[in-house]
């Protein structure tokens, strides 16, 4: 076994079509030079014209195709119940929350439905992962985010925590900026 990572992107694509094939033209260069992308695991028929199938190229691994996360939770829109999430199809989570009453002068504990969303508040799509691959991984992995980020609108993220440390990314003006705090800990 390698390292466990657990990767969290957050983006907003300016160009898709741009993007896929920089990330395309990535791949071609270093398959086999200086890395392995394993493109033969993701099974017969993977399309590389698609985002979706490449970013999980760079953030997963092929074994870990399920623990691929896509979307945020919301608070489900007022109106929305169990039963049309059901009917719908509608991926949903109940969530206990406590408030406090200041009439009765005690704390009540209500369900609050939240759905998963493909994109937050402010139209960022969200990616999570767990897996296991090579030390050194990261490099890759932030290589990526840096051919990304031309793509990218600005405030996309990029964290990263691998076995010893934590390391946080943004995208500003098309570029990568690492998080001064992610630096600190890694000291």
């Known amino acids: 076994m390698g390292q466990c990572y ?34 033969d695991m993701w099974g017969e028929g993977f399309d590389r ?9 760079f953030f997963s691994n092929a074994g870990c195709y399920n623990q691929v996360h896509w979307g945020t939770l919301v608070k489900a829109p007022e109106g929305l119940t169990i039963e049309r999430c059901k009917e719908e199809k509608i991926p ?3 969530k206990y929350e406590t408030q406090y009453d200041t009439i009765s002068k005690k704390y009540k504990q209500h369900d609050v439905l939240w759905i998963k969303a493909p994109k937050d508040s402010e139209g960022f799509s969200w990616l999570g992962s767990g897996f296991d691959a090579s030390y050194g991984w990261e490099s890759v992995m932030e290589k990526a985010f840096e051919v990304m980020a031309k793509y990218l609108e600005d405030d996309s993220e990029m964290d990263l925590d691998m076995d010893e440390c934590a390391r946080d990314f943004r995208v500003v003006g098309g570029k990568v900026v690492e998080d001064a705090e992610s630096l600190d800990d890694m000291e």
């Open 6 to 39: 657990a990767v969290s992107l957050r983006y907003k694509i300016k160009d898709e079509k741009k993007l896929v094939k920089a990330l395309n033209r990535f791949i071609d260069e270093h398959e086999g030079k200086d890395c392995r992308f394993n493109l």
């Open 49 to 57: 014209s698609k985002f979706d199938n490449l970013v999980r190229v």
């Open 92 to 94: 949903y989570y109940i």
